[in-house]
């Protein structure tokens, strides 16, 4: 094992590199270096000088470290290519980091702050006159952004302590394609997952019941009638048995859900099954993890076809039960999402990629008589070349300025950014809480279906309890992550604001219930809200791009729409290429997180 | 661990397997050989280790280490080298479950080890997760678990709690069911803290496993604990006399004949006595034992004795449903048209016991009136009087008056016994009932053809019915019957492979719904009667002919029948036809027996004249799976006297006709007819004419 630092004057710049032989154990410190130095580095960013990169030829260049960047990086390098992997900030992750609490306060404001800081270079100064030059900018994804807190700062000390994912809630499903990856690339010796306790679903009368989310669920659920929980266990047992995951493989076709059902409306499939409301709700929202009102179709922007809302249900059957020592169908990452793409970076790192933090990328260079893609001029005036480029989300080729013959590129470009989708936009909030919403489980996933909260609630809200015991914050407290799809601040805040006082009221009730039940547990804490932070995030989704543009953090719950995406761009640059080949000599790849 | 196939070896496995055996081989002939001359060495011992882990099936192999152990033990007597001893069987006990957990020899090996007691149980609940969590329902280690507890004297109300526990995780699982079944019949059973009001605990019980029977319908787990749940709650605790033979205010007429061939057919009220005697039956809910003349009081003036009672059983255990004594009048009797009160006392002391430990406590008493008379019929002339019975339709005639004392059921009221339950367990029961129906009722609404919903829907309702009969003042009439008829009739469609169960099943239902209430019983009672005949040799007969039952029941309702019509049906079994005393003509004609040991219950059947079972399968199978059905083969009650040698011939061999010997011994037929039976040859013919010295008609012709 061996770290090969590049002859650097320059000691604030994380850089390094490591031979292809590493093998595993080694040890990845670089967030801890960044975390104790990011005082010190904001005040020395003037004098900040950058490394120089050699070779200056790659297979691959990437900008960004998001986590689907990060996969790319890693996939890449494991059938071989050469890999440069840059990031302009001091961290890995991007849009999928967690922070500090420090750290995401002045991350957030710094986004909201960059439309201003427009720095105007002359992109006319290229050297090298072989190359059209092209500005590369970044866009902002939050808005609207709204921090409160209600607490003294020692209640929420120590900030280190805190681990706040920027693009919350989200989670693993066992059985996901991300866990998969994880498990045949070697990521995930990298990190560790904890499952959530259990989940709920929030109902108009206030209170929050458990999703019967599983046979034996459904078997100790005490809100179910005996007949509903037949019809819940029936649908469930149709929909594994036209996937086959029944033990009996008989008639397997005469099983299967029509052609015809699976191209109608998923709520209509459901209604055919005679499922009353209450149980058609679960399955939409707390299992399926749909967004949209289903119910109402006119006012419905995505009415989910009866073949993905099954397919969605089948991930969570194939979830539960998967890793013997996971309770439920969720995963979380101890120390937070952030943990994945840095996983992934690691894997890269010993296949071989270069690794520059705190590189930021001024333009592209085009070769002007073929007006391909050539390579990047660096923050530090270097120029490095590569054949391909992958292009975190938040990175964007403006218009160019009109000139020259070279219109079928502008064009191009211009194209690019136009098929860029604005997709309407997702509430986050992140809250910090003393108490949990339910006494005695500290992760849970709480579901409240569209229209449950106010009238006007067209999406679902999701809100995310996380505890001390996943390393993402100070004993006793606790994180909310909440989201909601909206198609303005207005609205997807409102839904948050609700989800949020609804939490807090219906827990206060309810823990007074049951320590009447349980007298010993008297000293039952009600959540108090210390503090809260509500944004307001971009959906853009790249329908054509020309510049390999990797997929932002969605609005789902999961990340199996961004895998997906990600194996698309994958295989858009290395066609025919395997997708992130199976690790070789994997050690021990046993299926067992704690 | 189930539902896993079977995979094929391959060549690979073959070449192993090979070598596997031939070390087995050699192992155990090396065992064999210590065992034999009894060396228990430290490398003798060895061998057997190796051998037991290689096969933890070797029997001898655990036998012989027990034999050492007991060897080795009586040498030592310091407590280390004991400890070794016994740590040593511990740890190869573990070793060969490892290679197979289902070894019942290594299970037991360490149950016998630790009954020793040298050593401490705490190391076995370790052993115990470990075997429960690579397999939750299996059974030896729950049965162990069992052992272990009770050895450990831990709490049942916590083993009542891992079974909860085992059960919310997966509910799916007959051991865990069962364990809970049987740590509550314990806890039920000593009135444990919390455990006193057997309703509460099983309406608990009742809300858990609906929980598992809707959310699974499929999974049998559950519903096997619903059925012994459902039993606990109907089983009525104590017996109860349901039915007798004379019944209560009744008038009988005894007639007496003297040196009289013909027998004299009776009505329900008037019976024909040849020996001087006429029977007193006694049929309780449920089989008991310990009916006597200290537990019944016969209050009858001849009755100088104690009476000897006797179980109407065809197995050799002291319990039956139905009890039978003989009440015997004086040898000369003159004063005819005398009457003789009598009267029965029962449940004024304890010692009527069921099978499940109570006594029957409901003080009760019942009381007829019996007239004798002396029958002076013309004299016979030679044999000629007599005339042979025939079944055809010609014979009978519509009881269109079917006279009022045919009312064979007791009722409560009369017996003059307290009600069966507490009022407040009687509420339960009903209200459990009734709630169990609704439900499964509207769990069929939604899965139509749930099977075993169907077959517990309609288990519920005949309880239902059976639970109205028996506790409600007025005549209760049995509203489920048809569709529980319904029920049985589409389960024979819907599961074929059982349908024979559900045939029975049927059968029993319907047979009672012909015969369990006046109206419709009177539609099946006929007068018997020859053209020649006196209207003093009426008999009734009830033909229950042409109904394709292939089982019955309800005997209480029949002990008074004497003339019985079964032809035509597809009877394979009479189980609890001994109880049928008074029987003298039967015919099972047309059925679909298989054998004599099907035929068992008639041996009991003192007073049987008339038999016809022709036309049935006897001696079709070479062989009598009906021996392995019932639950009384005749082999058992083979006497140790009887002389088989005596019926051989040369051309009949003892072994395929022993069976028709041992039935026909003891019967006093005078008419048989077994026509269309496989077995039936003129040399079967020749044998039934030497085994029944009386018989005057044989298959339709008279004897001579």
Redesign the interface.
Known sequence: MKETSRPSKKPNTLFFSVSATVEGGFHFLVLKEISLKSEEEESMAEDFSFPSIDPINFDLAVVGTGLPESIIAASSSSIGKTVLHLDPNSFYGGHFSSFSLHEFTSFLQSQQQQPNEEEVKDSNSSLDTNYTEIELKSQCLYSDIEITSNASSEDLEPSRKFCLDLSGPRVLFCADSVVNLMLKSGANHHVEFKSIDASFIYSEDGNLFTVPDS??A???DRSLG??E???L??FFKLVQAHFGLN?STLDQEKKRISDEDLESPFIEFLTKQMLPAKIKAIILYAIAMIDYDQESPEQCKNLVKTKDGVEKLALYHSSVGRFTNALGALLYPIYGQGELPQAFCRTAAVKGALYVLRMPVRSLLFDKESRHYKGLKLASGQAVFSDQLVMGPSFIVPSPPVLSPHTDLQQEISQGSILRDINGQVARAVCITRGSIKSNISNMLVVFPPRSLLPEQVTAVRVLQLGSNLSVCPTNLFLLYVSALCDDATQGKKSLHAAINALLKCSMSKNRETSSLFPNESEVVTPTLLWSAMYIQQLTKVLEDPISSCPMPDGNLGYTNILESTEKLFQKIYPGEEFMPEAKAPENVDEQES | MHGQPRKPLNPDDDAASIAKAAKLRNLQSQLLHNHHNKIYTKEALEISWKLLELNPEIYTGWNYRKLAVEHNLQAKTDPESIKSIVDEELKLVETALSRNYKSYGAWHHRKWILNKGFSSFDHEFRLLNKFQKADSRNFHAWNYRRFVTAMKNIPEKEELQYTTDMINSNFSNYSAWHNRSVILSNLLKRKAEGFTSKENVLAEEYDLVHQAVFVDPDDQSGWFYHLWLLEQTVTPDAPMLVSSWPIHDSDMIVSFKSNLDETLLSTSTRYCSESGTFPLILYFNQPVEGVSSSTVTVNFMFCKEDLLWRPLSTTNSKKSHAWVTHLKFPDKEDNSSKVYPVEVRLGHSQGIISSSGSHYNFPSRFAFKVTLQCVELEAAEGGSGMKMLDWGDGSFQICEDLPLDLSPILSLDQLKISRNHEPTALHFLIETITTEIALFRELLLEIKCCKIGKLTLARLLIAHDAIMTYNTPVEYKKVNTEEVLELFTDLMKLDPTHSSYYKDEHSLVLMEKVISNRKSMSKHCFFYGGSSSSNLCNSVCLRLNKLSLSKIGSFEHLLWVQMLDLSHNELHSIEGLEAMQLLSSLNLGYNRFSSFTALEPLRSLQTLKVLDISYNEIGVHSIDTTRYLCSSPLSHTVEDNCDFDEYARDDVKIADTWEAVMFFKGLQLRQLNMTGNAISDDNFRILLLKLLPKLKWLDGKGVH
């Open positions: 046979r034996s459904i078997f100790k005996l007949l929980k037949n019809q266990m029936r033990e």
